[in-house]
Structure formats: C-alpha cells, structure tokens
C-alpha cells in the first residue's frame, strides 16, 4: 500500500520515523485526580526537524518535491503573523535552493509585547525570508497575486504553497504518517486507539483520514477545532479535502462519519489563549517535560484532557496524541505564563 506515494515527487525533508512514547506521567497525575484513563501515547511531529520542526514538514516533503519537478526558484506561501506552517515552508524553501516569500496576515487580535517581534517571526527574519505583512482589513488575495506576479514579471518561476500547505499534494505526508503511527500501535499490541490532534487549515487530518481509507484497518482519527467558528464548514473542507487525497492515492472515499472534529475548545477565535489551553501546556511540561504551543497543541490537548475527565472516550482505548509542534510560538505569548507557576 505504501507504493502508492512512490509515483509522487517528496524531497526528503523530515527526520523520520518521529519518536513515539507512552505518557505515563501523565496518566498518573490524571489518575490522581479520580479519572479512568486509557493509555496515553504521544506522537513526537514536533521532531520533524527543520528549524524546530512540526507538522508542516511532512506535507512539505510531497509540496517541495512538486515544486523542484516544475522547476520553481521561488515559493509563495501565506499564514498569521506566528505562522508554524510559514517558518517551515521557508526552511524547506532554503533546504532545496529556493527562495522563500512569506505573505502574512495579521490576522490575530492578540496584543501581546512579543506578538510581533518574537516567536515564529523571529525565526523567519533569522532565515532570511522575505516578509510581506498583510494589515488587518486588507484583501490578503491582492497580496499574495502580487507577489507571484513580482515574480513572475522578473523572469521567476513562483509556487504557490496554501494555508498549512493543506491542499491534497500536502496532505499526502499525512496519509503517509497514518501508517507510521498505525504500525507503531500494531508493535505494541494495541488494536484500539483513537489519534487526538489539532485540526486547523485541515491538511494533517485530512491526510490521516485518506491514510485510514488506504490501510484499511487502524486507529480512528479524532481532531479538535482549534481553526474555525463556522464548525460545520470546517468539517465539510476536511471531508472534502480529504476525498481528493484518498482519490489521488486510489484508495476508497472516505465516509462521511469518518471526520470527527470536536469544538468547544476555540476560546474566542484564532491564536487566542484560553484557560483551558494554559492549563494544558503547563501540565504536559510538568508532568513529561515536552513544550506545547499556544495555538494549536495547547487547545487540542485541553480537547483530549476534557474527553478524558467527561468520560468521553472509554478507558480501553488508548489515545495517540500527535504532538504538531509550534513550541516557538511559547515565546510570542509570554505574558500568558508568566506568573503562572505554582508553588
């Protein structure tokens, strides 16, 4: 089955496989509180690699091996001001000779000291990316076409590189990682799991979906909406998203019951903090030593805690949390930690 991502171009970009490892602490300390608690296991995509890693750097294996077959020199890509997705691309970008065009939106009503200094954006302007920042109210479409026409009109040849590069090319290294966290659990025995992780622009689970469709047989895949108000449109892009990769892979079409995106755990919009949220990054660090983000691990593992302590998912099926990364984003929400040590 995995011959079925061979006739696609990647660039090989992750350090893969990503560790895997069970939660004990964790589980414990859940325990402690009176809870029934499955196994708890964490997928470790923080540890991609390229400039600190994360989720984006799989599905820009399969986006820049694309690229390189078209000949681009160039890539455009857009995300928020502390965009993961846009730090990796322009990794990725450098990594394969090419130069990379971030388009951001300031997007986020986060006022924060940091916001727009540190964090991702840091990182960015460490590498050397060009930087286009998009003021709040502009049409973010006007941008990005005139930066691929600049290009265009100097000779260059642009790619295109979408939201959390979540379109069917990106989330082949989804589809791929299913088998990856799927024949990790089949090691252990383990035949009754469920993949907890942060779904946002929607290309991570949409991967895995297809990647279900195309095993045939694994773990059920269960993401938190950390993205979008209008739930029910996120769902049917997901769905939708994740037919045209289980299409290009030749594997069956997903069934409608085979996205499952649970809300609640939003807060009051995009990138910004919830109690719920800090409550769970400040756990996982002191219980298993392992940095969560603010934007989208941070929320989904409050989404995966609350199943846990609502009873929500039964005690015998062991929960995968995929860790997606963002840890450089801590440092653009510092005002949110500080202070928040328990003594």
Avoid: W
């Amino acid at each position: 089955m995995l011959d079925a991502f061979a006739r696609f171009p990647r660039a090989p970009l992750a350090h893969l496989p990503t560790p895997f490892s069970e939660m004990k602490r964790l589980r414990a300390a859940l325990q402690a509180e009176g809870h029934l608690v499955p196994r708890l296991f964490i997928k470790r995509d923080d540890c991609t690699g390229l400039a600190g890693g994360g989720n984006k750097t799989r599905k820009l294996e399969f986006l820049i091996g694309e690229a390189l077959a078209q000949g681009a020199d160039t890539i455009v890509t857009t995300g928020a001001l502390q965009s993961n997705h846009a730090r990796q691309t322009a990794a990725a970008a450098i990594t394969a000779g090419i130069r990379p065009v971030l388009v951001l939106l300031d997007m986020v009503p986060y006022q924060g000291r940091a916001y727009r200094h540190s964090g991702n954006l840091l990182l960015d302007d460490i590498m050397g990316a060009e930087v286009r920042i998009v003021p709040q109210g502009a049409n973010p479409a006007v941008f990005i076409k005139g930066a691929i026409d600049e290009i265009s009109a100097a000779d260059g040849k642009p790619f295109f590189v979408p939201t959390g590069g979540s379109n069917a090319t990106g989330s082949l290294g989804y589809a791929a990682a299913y088998f990856e966290i799927a024949d990790a659990l089949d090691a252990l025995g383990i035949a009754n799991a469920r993949i907890i992780h942060g779904s946002s622009s929607g290309g991570t689970q949409a991967g895995l979906v297809a990647g279900a469709a195309l095993r045939g047989r694994g773990p059920a895949v269960h993401g938190i909406n950390v993205y979008r108000g209008d739930h029910a449109a996120m769902k049917a892009g997901i769905l939708s998203l994740a037919r045209a990769t289980a299409e290009a892979l030749g594997a069956p079409s997903p069934a409608d019951e085979a996205v499952i995106l649970e809300e609640g755990f939003l807060g009051r919009g995009y990138g910004m903090p919830t109690a719920a949220m800090i409550e769970a990054v400040e756990l996982i660090a002191r219980n298993e030593g392992i940095l969560l983000d603010p934007v989208y691990t941070g929320k989904a593992m409050a989404g995966l805690l609350a199943l846990i302590r609502t009873r929500s998912t039964p005690p015998e099926e062991a929960l995968v949390f995929l860790h997606t990364g963002g840890m450089p984003g801590l440092f653009a929400y510092e005002e949110e930690f500080t202070g928040n040590a328990k003594g």
